[in-house]
Structures are given as structure tokens and as C-alpha cells.
């Protein structure tokens, strides 16, 4: 069965992969995360249904900051 098996290079959900990798490639090329004025994902529904389904997905905290 391990070859029939993959394991996710990333602890995150197994659709957000490429995303992560694309991410972690720009950023040489963007730098100061204040450059960025936004972030436009295109994805297929399953990534979404899966991800992004809850709303608590949408306003992620994080627990350095309370």
C-alpha cells in the first residue's frame, strides 16, 4: 500500500498544497508582504467545499496575537 500512498508535504488540508508551494515561490520575488494589495485563488469547487466551507475558514486567528 505505500505506493499507493501521499503524504502531504505541508500540515494543511491536502487541496491547499499547490497553493502553499506557489506562495512559498513568489516570495523572493514579492518580498515585504506589505507589497501585496491582494490575492486573487482560482480553484475547483471540491478545494472550496472542503476548505473553505466554514466561516471561521474565512477569519482565521491567530494564537500569537490573543
Wanted: a negative charge.
Amino acid at each position: 500500500m505505500i505506493t499507493q500512498t501521499y503524504i502531504k508535504f505541508w500540515p494543511a488540508e491536502y487541496h491547499s498544497q499547490s497553493a502553499i508551494d506557489a506562495a512559498l515561490q513568489l516570495r523572493p520575488e514579492v518580498g515585504d508582504i506589505r507589497n501585496v494589495d491582494g490575492i486573487d485563488i482560482d480553484t475547483f469547487n471540491a478545494a472550496v467545499d472542503i476548505i473553505g466551507k466554514d466561516p471561521e475558514k474565512w477569519r482565521p486567528t491567530n494564537a500569537r496575537d490573543g
